[in-house]
Nanobody, 115 residues
């Protein structure tokens, strides 16, 4: 499975961005897709993920502001980020997990929120 992310950038606090992650390769093996982020000096953390059944979960800090969605026809997962805060600044990584529990990561996309 190969993952290509896009949509990061610089935005002012209160603004919005939408991240995309397109998967290719053994698509049928994917069970879940998600977004993680890593800020300088901090550990990588789960932001949101979505299963093949459509179940979602979010880290508390983004609930009500971020929405994860999945277009199975396009093999793409999206992260709509609204009301962005400076604390959301990080490198955002797409992650997929297969039914055989193999994990794949994207290359990361930078999101910078200015105050």
């Amino acid at each position: 499975v190969q993952l290509v992310e896009s949509g990061g950038g610089l935005v002012q606090a209160g603004g919005s961005l939408r991240l995309s992650c397109a998967a290719s390769g053994s698509i049928s093996s994917i069970s879940a897709m998600g977004w993680y982020r890593q800020a300088p000096g901090k550990q990588r953390e789960l932001v949101a993920d979505i299963t093949s059944f459509g179940s979602t979960r979010y880290v508390d800090s983004v609930k009500g502001r971020f929405t994860i969605s999945r277009d199975t026809a396009r093999n793409t997962v999206y992260l709509q980020m609204n009301s962005l805060k400076p604390d959301d600044t990080a490198v955002y990584y797409c992650k997929t997990v297969t039914w055989s529990s193999r994990t794949y990561w994207g290359q990361g996309t930078q999101v910078t929120v200015s105050s």
